[in-house]
């Protein structure tokens, strides 16, 4: 079974500060997509990365960059000079990569961290 | 560029009465799923598909039913509703090799 834990439930942080998320997952697949979502007041689910196991290259995107260790099975977020725009519930999700059967291809997710900035 | 289209937004139901949430996309995705988003517990799996005519529970199954009688369309249906089915209920959609699209979510109160 698959499994995604995100430890820290909410962070408060001050604006300009960095911050970083914490994901870490649980899965018998050799293969697999890690994913994370943002979830801002609005509502809506807005997607941020996908990573597929085996390119354990770091990424960064903007203000944003993700940590990928396979060895102890994290894939941490950190959030570089946060903004007040960047408050927001953040999920991780992991789903497999080839179909296995049952569940396949659906999204596991952790339970979120709740980041508020404040200015 | 409509990707998943949910409907409706907001739903008021009474507990007993019945209703059905809307999804449909137009990515040409196999893969359809509706989650339930409840304060501090993710979002987690009540029924999915793997294409038309295929369809599975997930992790909160009771009291949902679904069917996928298209590609572009898969129907949440609520028989008999309880309080205990007050949430925010998303609709996504992916193919093998993409992330999950997802509607704008419904938020639906059973009084």
């Known amino acids: 079974a698959q499994k995604v834990t995100q430890a820290q439930t909410e962070i408060s942080v001050v604006e300009k500060e960095d911050v970083t998320l914490d994901c870490v997952y649980e899965?018998?697949?050799?293969?697999?997509?890690l994913f994370w979502y943002k979830q801002p007041p609005s509502g809506e689910l807005v997607f941020l990365i996908r990573r597929n196991s085996f390119d354990e290259q770091n990424e960064i995107s903007g203000r944003y960059s993700w940590n990928f260790q396979k060895s102890t099975s994290s894939f941490n977020f950190t959030i570089t000079a946060s903004q007040v725009v960047d408050s927001a519930v953040y999920f991780c999700a992991l789903s497999e990569v080839t179909y296995s059967g049952a569940g396949s291809y659906q999204l596991t997710f952790g339970k979120g961290t709740k980041l508020s900035v404040i200015p | 560029n409509a990707g998943v289209t949910q409907t409706p937004k907001f739903q008021v139901l009474k507990t007993g009465q019945s209703m059905t949430l809307q999804c449909a996309q137009d990515m040409n995705h196999e893969y359809m799923s509706w989650y339930r988003q409840d304060p501090g517990m993710g979002l987690r799996l009540i029924h999915y598909?793997?294409?038309?005519?295929?369809?599975d529970q997930g992790e909160v199954p009771n009291g949902y039913n679904v069917s996928r009688s298209t590609t572009e369309d898969f129907p949440l249906r609520l028989l008999s509703a309880a309080p205990s089915q007050t949430s925010v209920y998303f609709c996504?959609?992916?193919?093998?090799?993409?992330?999950?699209?997802f509607g704008q979510g419904t938020r639906l109160t059973v009084v």
């Open positions: 899965t018998r697949d050799t293969t697999y997509y």
């Open positions: 996504a959609s992916r193919s093998h090799n993409t992330e999950a699209f």
């Open positions: 598909s793997v294409g038309a005519g295929i369809t």
